[in-house]
């Protein structure tokens, strides 16, 4: 029960090993460059939204999560907060991270292949029950969606349009609709609120060491100047250029699973552990041990690790994030509590996030007006 379509909940097998090519058809290692264009506009929709209204942060990276993994997958645009598409999808995460037991994640993916004979007690298995009707509705709905959008002639290119049209017209023989559908409600449930636990880690540190903070936003104001943001042309030469940039972003995402065999003083936010002689270390065992290793390592790793990056240094790039001041006049310190869900998520806490300065705000607006311009939009 409730395993059975879910690829990362799969053992391996002929049923993981399809679900596993299709997902490797819509995010192929050697195609980094296919979803730019959506990762660009929810980057400057969540630029937008930090700039109109920061005090809720949290949501706006959580709804950048999760659109955009809605976009790739559906085709949906779900700009809105309210879309229930978004509404479905996090219910069905929330039904799926409840069904499993508090920080089991890390140690329920090497033993997949013993499910389901653990984690026995009907409680499980009630909660099992929910987290199977939530991911069904989500995928449903979602996937009515884009076929409807396809027999009106509308659909964009997505995960699911571009299988569905290899299926109505007899160019794939070695999967169903059925693995294309499972395939698809996976993505949103393993790609969303992973990339969002690793943006609010990255937030909560830049608002505990402000000095972590200066450093990364110095090395981007000589490397990229203080004229325009950041965009994918510099993840290119990250490693060489933006070191410090990539070891910010790689320790935030080291700190969503906190693996003490791996890194000593795991709890300790330490960028420079990733760094020697001012470039990355590259004695340092693989900086992307977050998204695991070998045959079940996370196939949305690039996708996720470009998400990121462009989060965290178009941030950088144009706002300082500070700790908030309370109505006493005092500095509240984060508590730097993590919420032991699937992953650690840090707990909710309070930051100012504002524009580095005038300067900074106007650069802001010109690329979210040249944007819009660009694609017609009222950005
Ligand atoms: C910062 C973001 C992310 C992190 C840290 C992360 C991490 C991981 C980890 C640790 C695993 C398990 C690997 C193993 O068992 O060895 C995994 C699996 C998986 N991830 Fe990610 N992930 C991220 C983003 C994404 C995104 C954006 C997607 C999809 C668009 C995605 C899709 C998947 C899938 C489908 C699996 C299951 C693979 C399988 O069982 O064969 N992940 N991820």
């Known amino acids: 029960m409730g395993w059975d379509g879910d690829f990362l909940m799969q053992p391996y097998g002929d049923r993981w090993k399809v679900r596993r090519k ?5 995010f192929p290692v050697k195609d980094g460059k296919r979803h730019y264009s959506q990762q660009l506009k929810t980057n400057r929709v969540l630029l937008k939204n930090l700039l109109d209204n920061p005090q809720e942060y949290r949501e706006h990276i959580h709804h950048m999560s999760g659109s955009l993994i809605l976009f790739v997958t559906y085709g949906i645009d779900a700009q809105d907060r309210r879309n229930r598409h978004v509404v479905n999808a996090d219910k069905a995460v929330v039904a799926f991270t409840t069904a499993l037991s508090p920080g089991a994640f890390k140690d329920l993916l090497p033993w997949l292949k013993y499910v389901p004979s653990w984690l026995p007690g009907a409680g499980f298995k009630r909660k099992a029950r929910e987290w199977r009707h939530a ?50 409600a996976t993505m949103y449930e393993t790609g969303s609120d992973t990339t969002f636990t690793g943006l609010l880690t990255f937030i909560l540190a830049m608002t ?35 070191p410090y940039c990539e070891a910010l972003m790689q320790e935030a995402l080291r700190a969503i699973f906190h693996d003490e065999k791996m890194y000593p003083d795991p709890y300790t936010f330490k960028p420079d552990r990733w760094i020697k002689d001012g470039k990355i270390n590259p004695d340092v065992r693989d900086a992307m041990a977050a998204f695991g290793f070998g045959r079940r390592v996370c196939p949305g790793k690039h996708f996720a690790l470009l998400t990121t990056f462009i989060t965290i240094t178009t941030v950088l790039a144009i706002f300082d994030i500070e700790k908030a001041v309370g109505e006493d006049g005092d500095v509240i310190e984060p508590s730097m509590e993590f919420v032991d869900t699937l992953q ?35 950005n």
């Open 344 to 378: 650690h998520r840090p707990a909710p806490f309070p930051c100012v996030i504002k524009p580095r300065s005038k300067a900074h705000e106007d650069v802001l607006r010109e690329v979210l007006a040249q944007y819009a311009n660009e694609n017609g939009g009222s």
């Open 135 to 184: 991911y069904d509705e989500m995928g449903r709905e979602a996937y009515d969606f884009t076929l409807d959008a396809m027999r009106r002639g509308e659909a964009v290119p997505s995960f699911v349009s571009n299988l569905e049209t290899k299926l109505s017209t007899g160019k794939a023989s070695w999967f169903k609709q059925k693995e294309v559908f499972d395939t698809a």
């Open 208 to 242: 505990c060491f402000p000095d972590y903070q200066k450093k990364a936003q110095a090395e981007i104001d000589s490397v990229i100047g203080q004229h325009r943001i950041p965009d994918f042309d510099d993840w290119d030469k990250a490693r060489s250029e933006l």
């Open 22 to 26: 299709l997902f490797h058809h819509e």
